[in-house]
């Protein structure tokens, strides 16, 4: 039997990891501040979704709006956010942080991998950013616990990326290609058909799982929607 593909949705509280476990989500993205496209949850909330589900759960770390990780006061926060998140429970986690350059912010990166104590971690969107795709993923490389790459393929989306999406795809298993690509930032469901097709097996979903907005929770109608297409 096939390994079923990965289907993450983002949780703000406990109601929507309660609605995206029963549509079908085999992991949650948990963040705050939807506004400011995420950024690190409080150790209330990620304790109440702990609780309230029982599938895999990766916990934002980011301090801002952008993807620079800011001067060292806010490197030295994120540290204490993950040491925290870590004490209380926490083994999955998402970042990633640009230098000027549009470069992995190594020293950022670096300090932050370290408090994670080898938990498992999400680069996010900020590869989309990139000067050079190719060299982040190389520099990132050696990192431990780096297994997965969220990314649209482009900035603007899905729809500007597919052929990025499709040729890393095809690269999966190179050196700098070995974390799985879990598509993400405009996906549409139009979309699934030709990511599956080129060997894309993980997929990211926020407003999709939200039709009345994100002033309102999860639906568990919506992902179970995703959740069949993925599987289709």
Known sequence: MSKRAVLEVIALDAEDAIAAQAGGADRLEMVSDMAADGLTPSL?????????????LRVMLRASDGFAAGDAGDVDALVRSARALRAEGADEFVLGFLDETGGADLGAVERVVEALDGARWT???????AADRDSLRKQLGELPGLDTYLTAGAAGGVDEGMPTLLAEASRRGEPGYEP?????????????????????DAF??????????????????????????VDA
């Open 44 to 56: 209330e909330t990620f304790a109440a979704i702990r609780s309230s589900v029982d599938i895999s």
């Open 123 to 129: 680069f996010h969107r900020a590869i989309d950013r």
């Open 180 to 200: 799985q690509i879990l598509v993400g930032g405009g996906l549409a469901l139009s979309h699934l058909p030709q990511l599956k097709a080129g060997g894309v």
């Open 204 to 229: 990211h979903i926020g407003s999709a799982a939200r039709p009345s907005g994100w002033s309102a929770p999860v639906s568990a109608a919506a992902v179970a929607e995703w959740r069949a297409a």
